[in-house]
């Protein structure tokens, strides 16, 4: 087992390679988390032993797990396992369409971020179908049922088994929901 000295060493480095590697100073980090800038120094020298709630407000304003702050011991993680049938349940609903998706994992650093999710429309449900633009890149995994998928100007036509990756700058969505239900994994990349 480490010696606290050694954890608090680790800490330090850890907190000041991700503080330096989104060119953040000393002061920002401490106007982002509501530490002082002394406490944020002590901390990177590995002169105090900070508590959970001080480290869970240096994670919170670097956008981290707060296992990152960890990262050369032992005890790091970023690992999200999600059993079968289990994930953050949830139902997005805008003005005119429903859909229910199960996160199964989110990941964000300084390279950026990413998502997974298995994603199922009804429908009965689908209504007006969102279209989304944004950085980053997208791959869809069909699961079961039939739809067309619109990237660009081009039109695909999906079904259980079919793939599609693009760049996400290009318009995209579904169009239309051929069967009474699809099901679908969809991975999403965003830079930071």
Avoid: W
């Avoid at 901390?43 to 001080?54: D, M």
């Avoid at 999906?158 to 693009?166: K, Q």
């Amino acid at each position: 087992m480490a010696k606290k000295t050694d954890t608090e060493s680790e800490v330090g480095q850890t907190l000041q390679r991700l503080r330096l590697e989104r060119d953040l100073t000393l002061a920002d980090l401490a106007g982002r988390a509501q530490i002082s800038t002394a406490m944020i120094s002590r901390i990177e020298n590995g002169h105090v032993s900070p508590s959970l709630g001080t480290l869970q407000s240096l994670a919170d304003a670097l956008d981290v797990s707060l296992m990152a702050l960890f990262a050369h011991s032992d005890l790091a993680a970023d690992v999200h396992h999600v059993r079968a049938g289990d994930g953050l349940r949830a139902r997005r609903i805008t003005p005119g369409h429903a859909h229910d998706y199960l996160l199964l994992g989110r990941h964000g650093g300084p390279g950026g971020t990413f998502q997974s999710a298995r994603v199922s429309i009804s429908r009965e449900d689908s209504g007006v179908l969102p279209t989304y633009q944004h950085e980053g890149h997208v791959f869809i995994f069909m699961i079961e049922g039939r739809a067309t998928y619109r990237c660009g100007a081009e039109d695909f036509a999906m079904s259980a088994g079919d793939t599609l990756s693009f760049d996400a700058k290009l318009q995209h969505g579904f169009q239309e929901i051929l069967t009474d239900r699809i099901e679908f994994i969809t991975v999403s990349t965003r830079p930071q």
